[in-house]
């Protein structure tokens, strides 16, 4: 991708989804991604009804009237991106990409973040940490984060979630918001998610494309490369669930709590992130 094309291309995303977030996203960002407490605001003056707990009464002694202290939620949250970019990324059986799919969803949050004042930060792994940019706030900052996300190239093919994990577990410090995007055909990721989640509001977002969760009725033999190991061999493609069964990773996340997004090549990013919202503030309501 040239660079006229990446800007052309950054600036469709930044229009479409920055649209998205000023319609739909950003209030609801907002009320379902709560803050770590209160702080001061301003005060104002006493009227019937207000919690006498509230009173500045040093305030209160230098006026001569009665006024009351206000607090604001803490609002600041730190949003942290992480996404697979192994080599299984680049496979897409429809108009766009797994890889593309996971570059706008990752723009939609960070978008909705930006607009509530939230820091953001971008992971890039595949069975190594491939790219790591710490959280900033600004919309420069979140413009970066979308070229990296639409044209880094990867230096090794395979994915060890565990590693992008434990890897932000030990770098980040603030308890955040983790939103770790993946197709999640790796194994063995479950004690790192599950440690992940004690520090994290931790949401697994899982991309596939329709082939990879459809299984023919006749056997069907292709002659395929794993994008993964580079390996090429002769696959039945009624076989196709043992290279990563998305059910089993379903109740894997359903079994913790996590609310997960679950999206396909062939779909509206966009509107399972709504579904997400309106789940994730239908709980915290009960």
Same mark, same amino acid.
């Given at each position: ?109 960070? &978008? ?35 070229? +990296? ?40 990721? +479950?004690?790192? &998610? ?5 520090? &994290? ?70 509107? +399972? ?14």
């Amino acid at each position: 991708m040239d660079t006229s094309e990446l800007l052309k291309k950054v600036r469709q995303i930044e229009i479409r989804t920055g649209r998205l977030v000023a319609d739909n996203f950003a209030g609801q960002y907002l009320s379902v991604f709560k803050g770590q407490g209160i702080e001061f605001a301003e005060v104002r003056e006493y009227v019937a009804g207000d919690d006498v707990r509230s009173i500045d009464w040093n305030v209160s002694a230098r006026s001569g009237k009665t006024y009351i202290k206000q607090f604001l939620e803490e609002r600041e949250l730190t949003l942290m991106i992480a996404c697979d970019v192994s080599a299984s990324g680049a496979f897409g059986s429809t108009q766009k990409l797994k890889r593309e799919v996971a570059a706008e969803l990752a723009a939609l949050f960070a &978008f909705s973040a930006l607009t509530n004042n939230d820091k953001v930060g971008l992971m890039l792994f595949s069975d190594m940490v491939e790219l790591f940019i710490p959280p900033k706030k600004g919309k420069k900052h979140i413009l970066r984060l979308v070229r +990296e996300l639409l044209v880094f190239e990867p230096k090794n093919k395979k994915t060890d979630i565990s590693l992008a994990l434990n890897t932000l577990n030990k770098v980040i410090k603030r308890q955040g918001i983790l939103v770790l995007i993946s197709d999640f055909m790796d194994e063995g990721f +479950e004690k790192a &998610f599950r440690l992940s989640q004690k520090k &994290f509001d931790l949401i697994p977002v899982l991309v596939r494309d329709p082939l990879e969760s459809s299984v023919p009725k006749l056997p069907l033999y292709i002659n395929a490369v794993d994008p993964e190991s580079g390996e090429s061999a002769v696959f039945n493609l009624k076989d196709a669930p043992k290279y990563g069964d998305i059910t089993k990773r379903e109740k894997f996340f359903h079994s913790l709590g996590a609310d997960y997004i679950k999206t396909f090549t062939t779909g509206s990013a966009a509107d +399972e992130v709504v579904k997400f919202f309106k789940k994730r503030a239908e709980k915290i309501k009960r």
